[in-house]
């Protein structure tokens, strides 16, 4: 059973990392003291990346493949979106030390798109890897 879902939890999970991360501060010392420019982009890039991959992939296991690729990539690229939509609407209104950023929101969606665009690579044309219509 649990072996049959692993997709899923790891999804759910990532999202419950993500949402933790974005609502949660943390103190300067928590921190590593090196400067790298727009890190903090990078990081939502990468968030939301893999949040659309493990996203469908946990779509895919649960139907089974039934659920057509494009269909499913679209239904989770929307959701993964207004999520991060949602998260950033959030830091701005419930936390006192975080604030939200359009450009957080730009770097989420650009991730999820690219994210989006692997799997769509990863399951069309001659690949091994078949998603089952």
Same mark, same amino acid.
């Given at each position: 059973?649990? #072996?049959?879902?692993?997709?899923?939890? /790891?999804?759910?999970?990532?999202?419950?990392?993500? !949402?933790?991360?974005?609502?949660?501060?943390?103190?300067?010392?928590?921190?590593?003291?090196?400067?790298?420019?727009? %890190?903090?982009?990078? =990081?939502?890039?990468?968030?939301?990346?893999?949040?659309?991959?493990?996203?469908?992939?946990? =779509?895919?296991?649960? !139907?089974?493949?039934?659920?057509?690729?494009?269909? !499913?990539?679209? %239904?989770?690229?929307? /959701?993964?979106?207004?999520?991060?939509?949602?998260?950033?609407?959030?830091?701005?209104?419930?936390? =006192?030390?975080?604030?939200?950023?359009?450009?957080?929101?730009?770097?989420?969606?650009?991730?999820?798109?690219?994210?989006?665009? /692997?799997?769509?690579?990863?399951?069309?044309?001659?690949?091994?890897? #078949?998603?089952?219509?």
């Amino acid at each position: 059973m649990l #072996k049959k879902s692993i997709f899923t939890i /790891a999804f759910i999970s990532w999202m419950v990392f993500i !949402t933790l991360l974005s609502l949660f501060s943390f103190s300067e010392g928590d921190l590593p003291d090196f400067e790298i420019p727009y %890190m903090d982009k990078l =990081v939502h890039f990468n968030f939301y990346f893999m949040a659309a991959l493990l996203g469908v992939l946990s =779509v895919r296991e649960r !139907t089974l493949g039934k659920s057509g690729l494009k269909k !499913t990539i679209l %239904m989770i690229l929307a /959701a993964v979106i207004l999520y991060g939509i949602v998260i950033e609407i959030m830091q701005s209104v419930f936390t =006192v030390a975080r604030e939200g950023d359009i450009f957080d929101v730009i770097a989420n969606t650009f991730g999820a798109l690219i994210g989006a665009l /692997a799997i769509k690579v990863l399951f069309s044309g001659k690949r091994q890897l #078949k998603w089952k219509n």
